[in-house]
């Protein structure tokens, strides 16, 4: 049985390179074929363009040449994964509707109190079209509605788990205050290798330098954040610490206004702040962080056992990779 599953692709293949025109060979030819699927090297391309616009331009040509090696690797790889993903949404039979991505889409925009057109800048310097944006939101939806239905009912975070981790971080949840900040965000895809978080990471260094020596962090912002406030210069509007990202609550630290923070790695992405106001302070007691650390504990445990069941389904998919 395991010969005719590894055949059917293979046959498929043949028959589309049999019947594909000579000139559309070199400009569209088959880079892999994944299940009964076959990606294309315009399907590549597309990814890589993506990604440019996200890194920005690369001057140095010895540079770009190895970067765009690296970077066709790592879309050709997280082609095969959403590929190997879909295949697996289809056969259980799970779906998003259009009327579910038009309410996230709206959440999203009142959430972070932004117009259309603002969300469309937003969705432009991250090198998206609207339609690219809700094909990367339907399948964020449908991995959390998988996660639901294969993964979650086997991570249970106890309540010892929680208080251990309020005892091991109590410098996260000591002091409450409220601060006002200038941020750059730069994003990262869910399935990106190690080689495109390096990528993107590095880029933020550079920006982060340039701010701290050229004190444009506004400037900086408005043209390359992926983030809120982006807008506004990356300025955002006044948060208590204890509702911001741990990291990004320790990075606080001692900071004080005028002050830019080191470039953290938060979830999704990295970020780089100024702090421009600080006022007040509190203790936060367990009771009142409990919560936000069982989500944190559980969102932590549910991505590791989503990335290891997708190992899995990789090991069980036919994945042929052609010309290497």
Excluded at 88 to 99: D, P, T
Excluded at 170 to 179: H, I, R, W
Excluded at 201 to 215: F, M, S, T
Excluded at 261 to 281: M, W
Aim: charged share 30%; proline share 3%; glycine share 4%.
């Amino acid at each position: 049985m395991r010969v005719r599953f590894i055949l059917a692709p293979l046959l498929f293949l043949l028959c589309i390179m049999a019947y594909w025109p000579a000139g559309a060979e070199e400009v569209n030819r088959v880079v892999a074929v994944v299940g009964d699927d076959v990606i294309t090297a315009l399907d590549v391309d597309r990814v890589i363009k993506t990604m440019e616009a996200q890194l920005g331009k690369v001057d140095n040509p010895a540079q770009a040449a190895e970067r765009q090696q690296q970077m066709r690797k790592v879309a050709l790889d997280r082609i095969i994964e959403d590929r190997i993903f879909l295949q697996e949404v289809k056969r259980i039979n799970l779906g998003v509707s259009q009327a579910e991505l038009d309410r996230y889409i709206e959440n999203i925009k009142s959430k972070n109190q932004i117009s259309e057109k603002q969300f469309a800048a937003h969705l432009s310097r991250r090198g998206l079209t609207p339609d690219e944006y809700r094909a990367e939101l339907k399948k964020d939806i449908l991995k959390h509605k998988l996660i639901q239905q294969e993964v979650k009912s086997s991570v249970v975070i106890s309540d010892d788990q929680v208080n251990q981790y309020y005892k091991a971080h109590l410098s996260e949840y000591g002091k409450v205050d409220q601060v006002k900040l200038r941020a750059l965000f730069l994003t990262v895809p869910e399935e990106s290798t190690v080689a495109t978080r390096d990528l993107i990471r590095e880029k933020a260094e550079k920006l982060r330098a340039q701010a701290v020596k050229e004190n444009n962090l506004a400037d900086l912002a408005t043209k390359n954040s992926q983030g809120p406030g982006a807008t506004k210069g990356g300025e955002l509007e006044p948060v208590s610490t204890k509702d911001m990202v741990p990291v990004m609550r320790q990075a606080l630290g001692e900071m004080k206004p005028g002050d830019i923070s080191k470039v953290l790695t938060i979830p999704g992405g990295f970020v780089f702040f100024e702090l421009l106001e600080r006022s007040g302070d509190s203790v936060l007691a367990l009771p009142q962080v409990r919560e936000q650390i069982r989500d944190k504990l559980e969102n932590e445990a549910l991505e590791k056992k989503f990335q290891s069941w997708m190992a899995n389904l990789r090991k069980k998919t036919f994945v042929e990779i052609i010309g290497q």
